[in-house]
């Protein structure tokens, strides 16, 4: 069904930001260039559904709109274009009926593209601790799928399990599948011998576990709500410096140091940069960003907890 919707006037201040990009995208396009905004869709489902059900709102100029089903739920896809609001509404007809057509010739190519999505998705959902990468090659393993990879990084990842599931030798693939509980522990007591050696004038090395893939997924949401426009290209502060939002966040929430990095919300119900607090103001209060630190006259530096609690650097 094609849906058309009237430009609107005045676009509020939450709705620019959050549908930035694509605005921007339609904006350089010319009418009639249908884009495909799935991957401009969060991937909280109901933030997803609150993005869908904005678009009638969310852009101040004339837009069309075509929601195409497989009918079981396993491809669905919303493109939305640009009308040009200087031709006759049968112009406008001819236009949204060509554009239709197209798209549905184009549905298998892109109910491929979907069914990966999903795929991936639904394996997070039941298998949590399951690599991505396992994921892809057992993926393309069932389908035949041929696609390339999304970067580099991930094409060097892929081919290491698809040559280690091609040796059929079970140890290399219980070793890269770590979600697997079977996973041998051959080398424990070599990495527990090498973290205790590690010190510092005596002190040893604290160790704490890595990230998990659920956690940098959900890092990686985080960042997205600070700025959308960044990508997993973006990988360099050099990168990060050209977005403008995320630029804007780090200097009015952030405090830099070479040995620490903090983060504190002004606590401004009205700040646009940063979302209010959802601790009460008398703990708000009580947070303060990491302070530097400061020799003491014994030539070592003073302890982080008189700093914080007592020095007036923690009430910054």
Known sequence: MIKVYKCNIWVIPIDKTKYYRLEQLLSNLPPWKPVDIEEYLPNDPVQRMRYIQGLPHAFSFKIGEYRFSSGNNAFNAISIWKVDEHVNEDLIIQENTRIVMELQADAPRYHTRAMRINYLRTCDLLLPKAKPSALRTIYRMLTGEISAAENAIEAKVDECVRFALELGDPKITIDLREHNDGQPGKYNDFWKITAHRQALKGEPFKTFPAASETEIER??????????????????????????????????????????????????????????????????????????????????????????????????
């Open 219 to 316: 890092f990686w949401e985080i960042i997205q709500i600070v700025d959308d426009s960044v990508t997993h290209e973006d990988c360099t502060a050099e990168h990060i410096k050209r977005k403008e939002y995320m630029q804007e966040f780090l200097e009015h929430c952030c405090k830099s140091r070479h040995y620490f990095f903090s983060i504190k919300k002004c606590g401004e119900s009205t700040c646009t940069i940063c979302r209010p607090i959802r601790c009460s103001t008398e703990d708000f209060e009580q947070l303060h960003h990491l302070p530097d630190p400061v020799p003491g006259e014994d030539l070592h530096y003073i302890s982080f907890e008189k700093l914080y609690v007592h020095n007036k650097w923690g009430r910054s």
